[in-house]
């Protein structure tokens, strides 16, 4: 064998060997994804719990008005759906952008829901109805506050992937193999 095709057959072994590096990093940063987005789909599960029991506390205080209520926890279903559309593929950007856009609607919901809440419930001076909200509203508060932490983890592991995938030269396995960049929350 002469020292040309020795320098060829090196060059080759040192492409290949990256190329499979490569294509290893990328398999390990989208399984990172689906890690991540277990912790996130366990605070959205506890927030809809307490979000749910908030709305049962705040029946009775609406006197009548189920609509803003009811627009909560329709909502609230929406986000579901979209989180079990995630959890099935968590690098899919449509399925991210879905999510992103049931937690926007479930927002505004609420916002909607705390107009029409009774003066009586904002005041400083606590009356009963306000004391009955008050527990299930702390919970939804921390549950909310959990859930923060785990779409920033999401979202810093999802930039993670995406770097790597538009990143020179392996950029080129990832367009090679059908590895796309994954959406944020």
């Known amino acids: 064998m ?3 095709e020795t320098l060829l057959l090196a060059i080759a072994a040192v492409l290949v060997f990256w190329a499979v ?3 290893n ?3 390990r940063l989208r399984h990172e994804i689906a890690r ?4 996130l789909e366990a605070q959205v599960r506890q927030r809809d719990a307490a979000l749910r029991a908030w709305v049962g506390a705040l029946r009775p205080v609406l006197e009548g008005a189920d609509t803003p209520a009811d627009a909560v926890l329709a909502a609230a279903d929406q986000v579901l759906v979209a989180l079990d559309r995630l959890r099935l593929r968590p ?3 449509r399925a991210a952008a879905s999510l992103r856009l049931a937690d926007d609607t479930l927002s505004a919901a609420r916002e909607r829901l705390l107009a029409e809440l009774p003066s009586h419930l904002h005041s ?4 009963g109805a306000s ?3 008050a527990g299930p509203a702390e919970e939804l508060a921390a549950a909310a506050s959990a859930l923060g932490f785990s779409r920033a983890q999401f979202n810093a592991t ?3 992937y995406n770097e790597a995938v538009l990143q020179f030269p392996t950029v080129l396995i990832a367009s090679l193999f059908g590895f796309r960049a994954a959406g944020p929350l």
Do not use: F
């Open 124 to 127: 400083p001076r606590l009356s």
């Open 91 to 93: 690098t899919s950007a």
């Open 158 to 160: 999802v930039d993670q």
């Open 131 to 133: 004391l009955e909200v």
């Open 36 to 39: 991540a987005c277990a912790p």
């Open 2 to 4: 002469s020292s040309g």
């Open 25 to 27: 990093r990328l398999v």
């Open 21 to 23: 590096g490569a294509y």
